[in-house]
């Protein structure tokens, strides 16, 4: 389809605030890199979102969902079609101890309202600076709790753009997984189920994590958090650190010097600068240690 052509439809569907075109990727990313998307769509809420969605299957675009990019490294040639980001859509309501939270509210808001709310489970999440849909996908987790400990159900379309319920137990969760790594579906809206606690209590576990976080990670820096997934019975951070690669440079890449787990962009890197230090990361660990790293971070976009 020619691009006005596709410009019109995206924007009857969110108006023209709702649609950026040729924008910079690494306007919205964590790791502060990637080039031009040719559309970048914003749905304000999940019908708007499943009107986009509509479009792009059947105009055949190719499209991809993002939350808040913090886990995608968006390669420096950009993207070539429609990238759909939730972050607009954000509304969360509270009954009893339920959160019905709409997927691309940050995970920071969903536990501020658990917290006025005096409910407990979110105090791990606070700190992950991802969408809760994203945080679903990816089955976030840190301190301990991971997002399957809270999810009660989701809700989501398919690729033929029908409505799913699904219960937590039925996410096939597992480390860094769900099932929505296996299928083509997006998250409309997340189901928190919490329980009552003391405000007191939250707050104070919330504030030790924040704070345990900014004395470990490099969070003045851009990155997209651990870059690798955690080997089987090894930690990724202490085998490059163990490898020599604390503080290693490519370009504008680096493995933090607070942390080596997190490459970071300590100015001006290119997602290539990024995507070779990783690889030297991934052939010294192998070379040395006889263990494969792998990427916890998303790679998509042309190069
Ligand atoms: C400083 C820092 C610290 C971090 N700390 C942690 C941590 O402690 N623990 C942890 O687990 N992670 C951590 N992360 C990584 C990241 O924040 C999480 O993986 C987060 O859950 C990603 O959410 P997002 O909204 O940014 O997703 P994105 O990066 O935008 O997307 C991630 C994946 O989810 C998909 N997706 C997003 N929304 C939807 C949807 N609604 N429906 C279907 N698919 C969707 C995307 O297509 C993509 O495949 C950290 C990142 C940073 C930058």
């Known amino acids: 389809m020619e691009k006005g052509e596709i410009k019109k439809n995206l924007i009857a569907i969110v108006g023209n605030d709702g649609l950026l075109t040729d924008t910079l ?54 993207y070539r079609g429609i990238m759909i980001k939730t972050r607009a859509m954000d509304a969360i309501s509270v009954k009893g101890t339920q959160l019905s939270i709409e997927a691309g509210a940050m995970l920071r808001k969903a536990a501020a309202v658990a917290l006025d709310h005096h409910l407990s489970g979110m105090a791990f999440a606070s700190g992950i600076p991802g969408s809760v849909g994203g945080a679903v996908v990816m089955n976030a987790g840190a301190y301990g709790g991971e997002m399957q400990d809270i999810v009660e159900s989701i809700e989501v379309v398919t690729e033929r753009g029908e409505y799913k319920k699904i219960p937590g137990n039925a996410c096939h969760f597992g480390y860094r997984k769900s099932i929505i790594q296996e299928n083509p579906w997006t998250i ?14 939250i707050k104070s576990e919330m504030d030790d994590f924040n704070r345990r976080r900014r004395e470990k990670q490099p969070l003045d820096m851009p990155s997209a958090g651990s870059t690798f997934r955690r080997p089987e ?12 690669f604390k503080g290693y440079r490519v370009g504008g890449a680096q493995v933090s010097e607070k942390h080596s787990g997190f490459v970071v ?4 890197a290119t997602a290539e600068d990024i995507l070779t230090l990783i690889k030297t990361i991934q052939d ?7 263990v494969e790293l792998k990427t916890e971070v998303i790679v998509i976009g042309e190069v």
């Open 25 to 78: 990727m690494r306007d919205h990313t964590s790791f502060r890199v990637g080039g031009a998307a040719d559309f970048l769509v914003l749905p304000e809420t999940p019908e708007q979102l499943t009107a986009v969605l509509a479009f792009c299957r059947k105009s055949g675009e190719p499209f991809y969902l993002m939350g808040n990019g913090s886990n995608l490294l968006v390669r420096d040639g950009g």
């Open 188 to 201: 409309l809206r997340i189901n928190l189920g919490l329980s009552p606690g003391d405000y007191n209590t």
């Open 233 to 244: 019975g090894f930690f990724a951070g202490k085998l490059v650190q163990d490898a020599g």
């Open 265 to 268: 962009n300590a100015g001006g």
């Open 284 to 290: 010294g660990v192998k070379k040395q240690f006889g």
